[in-house]
């Protein structure tokens, strides 16, 4: 087995061997750091680095793992990637701004803290757009992420950096957040799985654990990777009233889904939707179909106004946090982030009233329609990606010759956002001409997870998607 193989590993195939003693985390933490090292330069993932306080904490987990009676941890010496968004006690979060350049936590997220105790080794934090803002990579302070992929596009964002390592093969594991998509753009956009969870069931940070757009969650390459982290992070947590009880432990093993009705829809009633994304969708549409489920079309009765409503909640709350800046910071902004907050700072109460009157009426035909059937899945984006360099505030996005909506119009994911109680999984579809893979989303009944992740697995089985180095990036 080589060192490419080991960065590609599945992480639930890691602790296995950790635990037969025939891979150390020594090796395996060497193995990251060297593909790290090597393809860094051309994708620029990482933010901070810890790799010498990897390496020691991979030979404590070493020792461990060598003991006959040693009682490991979940993620005990797996290399995680951990967003610049959340916080780790006395390290630096810069939210890829010049504003916190300087700023150390002097406290640890919830999520961070739950991976930490759990044995995970956070090698690197990953790169985001300023303030997590934008469904691309690239900051003033960072500069530009690319897409592992096709470096000439973005890995997507905000969990940018975080989906460019994993399919990198520079993280085993990675956290992401996602307030209009930022896990699930990046995910499909480096094809990679990226998982929203139902509002509540994992912990975030203050205020935002009380925005209901907003969601903490895991990617990985694997739907059993993804399974692992997740029942880390979930579960109820003192300093968050929104967490459910009780913790949802995902089940490792699923039945298959011979039977289901599945119900699509290729473009949520008003997205227009590059061609290559619909054939992918139609040939993961054929592939449910072997599997034994029946794949009917349906109406949601969606329009344009979902989208305004989408925008217009973003910038109500979260363009209105980063507002201050603007007061004596706003030449050290991003053009994009000082956009969005002037856009904050104009929003009314009415408009935001409005914002959950349209997501209470998407509910109303989403909501009998998952009744009726097992699942429903869509697109991720709408678009395999954007340009690496791209710049919401002045930049133009077309789709088969017409212009949408450059910060939300050519992804599928901010809806689900609106939907927050129901589980959303994205899964790799295909790859696209220039190279990009595409997603597919996988949204379920409200907190009913584990269907989407059955349908997932079913999905996956017999695919090898990071397994050689035919389905890896050339880097």
Known sequence: MTDLDLCYMPATEALRRFKAKSLSPVELMRAVIDRAQEVEPKINAFTYTYFDEAMEKARAAEAKYMKTDARTR?????????????????????????????FVAVKTSPLNERILRAGGIVHARTATPEFSCAGYTNSKLWGVTRNPWNP????????????????????????GSDIGGSIRIPASCCGVVGFKAPYGRNPEELPFNLDFYCHTGPLARSISDCILLQNVTSGPHPHDITTLRPKLRLPTHYKP???WKIAFSMDLGFFEVDEEVRANTHAMLDRLRSLGATIEEVDLGWGP?????????????????????????????TSYARAFAEKGRKSTSADFLRTLEVAGE??????????KYD???????????????????????????????????????????????????????????????????LVG???????????????????????????????
């Not at 998407?362 to 009744?371: D, S």
């Open 74 to 102: 979940a993620l005990e010496g797996l290399p995680v990637g951990v967003k610049d968004e959340s916080y780790i006690k006395g390290k630096p979060t810069s939210n890829a701004s010049l504003t916190l350049k300087d």
């Open 152 to 175: 000439a596009f973005t890995p997507g964002g905000s969990s940018g950096g975080s989906a460019a390592s994993l399919a990198a093969g520079t993280s085993m594991l990675a956290t």
């Open 257 to 259: 889904i011979d039977g």
């Open 305 to 333: 106004d979902v989208l305004d409503a989408a925008l217009a909640y973003l910038e109500h709350l979260f363009g209105a946090s980063i507002a201050p800046l603007l007061d004596e910071h706003a030449d050290d902004l």
């Open 362 to 371: 998407m509910y109303m035909t989403l909501g009998p329609i998952l009744e």
């Open 375 to 441: 699942l429903f899945v869509c697109p991720t984006n709408a678009l395999p990606a954007v340009p690496a360099d791209f710049d919401q505030s002045s930049g133009t996005v077309t789709i088969n010759g017409k212009v949408v909506n450059p910060m939300l119009g050519w992804v599928m994911t901010a809806p689900f956002n609106m939907m927050s109680r129901c589980p959303v999984l994205s899964v790799p579809s295909g790859r696209a001409s220039n190279g990009v893979p595409t997603g597919l989303q």
């Open 445 to 475: 009944k409200t907190y009913r997870d584990q269907d989407v992740f059955r349908a997932a697995m079913a999905l996956e089985e017999g695919r090898a998607w990071y397994g050689d180095d035919a389905h890896r990036p050339e880097l």
